[in-house]
Protein backbone atom coordinates (compact mmCIF):
# COMPACT_ATOMS: atom_id res chain seq x y z
CA UNK A 1 0.00 0.00 0.00
CA UNK A 2 1.21 3.64 -0.96
CA UNK A 3 1.43 6.30 1.93
CA UNK A 4 1.29 9.56 1.53
CA UNK A 5 3.33 11.61 4.05
CA UNK A 6 3.08 15.71 4.36
CA UNK A 7 5.36 18.02 5.93
CA UNK A 8 5.81 21.83 5.88
CA UNK A 9 2.64 23.19 7.93
CA UNK A 10 2.23 25.31 10.76
CA UNK A 11 1.70 29.11 11.27
CA UNK A 12 2.15 32.09 9.17
CA UNK A 13 1.72 35.56 8.96
CA UNK A 14 -1.30 36.96 6.47
CA UNK A 15 0.72 38.05 3.03
CA UNK A 16 3.58 35.44 4.57
CA UNK A 17 4.07 32.31 2.10
CA UNK A 18 4.60 28.56 3.35
CA UNK A 19 5.66 25.11 1.16
CA UNK A 20 4.18 22.13 2.10
CA UNK A 21 5.96 18.30 0.56
CA UNK A 22 3.94 14.87 0.25
CA UNK A 23 6.37 11.96 -0.36
CA UNK A 24 4.73 8.71 -1.22
CA UNK A 25 6.26 5.40 -0.25
CA UNK A 26 5.31 1.71 -0.84
CA UNK A 27 5.01 -0.07 -3.58
CA UNK A 28 3.18 0.46 -6.90
CA UNK A 29 2.86 0.11 -10.63
CA UNK A 30 2.28 4.44 -11.51
CA UNK A 31 1.00 7.22 -9.70
CA UNK A 32 -1.05 9.10 -12.24
CA UNK A 33 -2.77 12.56 -10.49
CA UNK A 34 -1.47 14.32 -7.21
CA UNK A 35 -2.89 17.12 -5.74
CA UNK A 36 -3.89 19.21 -2.35
CA UNK A 37 -6.94 19.54 -1.39
CA UNK A 38 -8.37 21.10 2.20
CA UNK A 39 -10.51 21.51 4.34
CA UNK A 40 -11.61 24.02 6.65
CA UNK A 41 -13.94 23.85 9.50
CA UNK A 42 -17.32 23.52 8.76
CA UNK A 43 -16.66 23.15 5.12
CA UNK A 44 -16.52 20.29 2.62
CA UNK A 45 -13.30 18.94 1.66
CA UNK A 46 -12.07 21.13 -1.43
CA UNK A 47 -9.79 21.39 -4.59
CA UNK A 48 -6.50 23.57 -4.50
CA UNK A 49 -4.73 21.99 -7.35
CA UNK A 50 -3.77 19.03 -9.28
CA UNK A 51 -0.70 17.84 -11.46
CA UNK A 52 -1.08 15.35 -13.84
CA UNK A 53 2.52 12.56 -13.82
CA UNK A 54 2.97 14.92 -17.51
CA UNK A 55 2.97 18.21 -15.50
CA UNK A 56 -0.51 19.77 -16.70
CA UNK A 57 -1.42 21.89 -13.44
CA UNK A 58 -4.82 23.10 -12.39
CA UNK A 59 -5.65 25.45 -9.71
CA UNK A 60 -9.27 26.73 -8.01
CA UNK A 61 -9.79 29.89 -9.03
CA UNK A 62 -9.06 31.36 -5.43
CA UNK A 63 -5.45 30.41 -5.24
CA UNK A 64 -4.08 31.02 -8.70
CA UNK A 65 -1.71 33.45 -9.29
CA UNK A 66 -0.94 32.71 -4.97
CA UNK A 67 -0.13 29.18 -5.04
CA UNK A 68 2.48 27.18 -7.04
CA UNK A 69 2.44 22.75 -7.52
CA UNK A 70 5.25 21.09 -8.53
CA UNK A 71 6.00 17.16 -8.76
CA UNK A 72 9.42 15.05 -8.61
CA UNK A 73 8.63 12.16 -10.46
CA UNK A 74 12.08 10.66 -9.48
CA UNK A 75 11.10 10.69 -5.85
CA UNK A 76 7.10 10.55 -6.20
CA UNK A 77 7.03 14.06 -4.30
CA UNK A 78 4.17 16.77 -5.04
CA UNK A 79 4.90 20.12 -3.73
CA UNK A 80 2.84 23.38 -2.82
CA UNK A 81 4.03 26.84 -2.81
CA UNK A 82 1.76 28.90 -1.03
CA UNK A 83 2.56 32.49 -1.56
CA UNK A 84 0.56 36.12 -0.53
CA UNK A 85 -1.46 33.92 2.19
CA UNK A 86 -4.92 35.48 3.36
CA UNK A 87 -6.87 33.85 6.55
CA UNK A 88 -9.29 32.65 4.36
CA UNK A 89 -6.37 29.76 3.19
CA UNK A 90 -6.56 28.91 7.28
CA UNK A 91 -7.37 24.92 6.46
CA UNK A 92 -6.16 21.37 6.86
CA UNK A 93 -4.49 20.47 3.96
CA UNK A 94 -4.74 16.93 2.63
CA UNK A 95 -2.06 15.17 -0.15
CA UNK A 96 -3.56 13.30 -2.38
CA UNK A 97 -2.30 10.99 -5.28
CA UNK A 98 -4.04 8.47 -7.61
CA UNK A 99 -2.20 5.12 -7.65
CA UNK A 100 -2.34 2.33 -9.90
CA UNK A 101 -0.83 -1.08 -8.56
CA UNK A 102 -0.36 -2.66 -12.06
CA UNK A 103 -1.49 -1.57 -15.44
CA UNK A 104 -4.70 -2.53 -15.11
CA UNK A 105 -5.74 -1.99 -11.10
CA UNK A 106 -6.09 1.98 -10.62
CA UNK A 107 -7.22 4.71 -10.12
CA UNK A 108 -6.91 4.08 -6.45
CA UNK A 109 -7.43 7.51 -4.40
CA UNK A 110 -4.92 7.69 -1.65
CA UNK A 111 -4.83 10.34 0.91
CA UNK A 112 -2.19 11.77 3.48
CA UNK A 113 -3.17 12.07 7.30
CA UNK A 114 -3.52 16.32 6.53
CA UNK A 115 -1.38 19.27 7.82
CA UNK A 116 -2.61 22.63 9.38
CA UNK A 117 -2.38 25.24 8.13
CA UNK A 118 -3.26 28.60 9.86
CA UNK A 119 -2.60 32.18 8.61
CA UNK A 120 -3.54 35.04 10.86
CA UNK A 121 -1.85 38.51 11.53
Known amino acids: QVKLMESGGGWVQVGGSQRLSCAASGTFFMINAMGWYRQAPGRNRELVAT???????NYDHSVKDRFTISRDRGTNTVFLQMDSLKSEDTAVYYC???????????????WGQGTQVTVSS
Open 96 to 110: YAGVWYTDEEGPYDT
Open 51 to 57: ISKTGYS
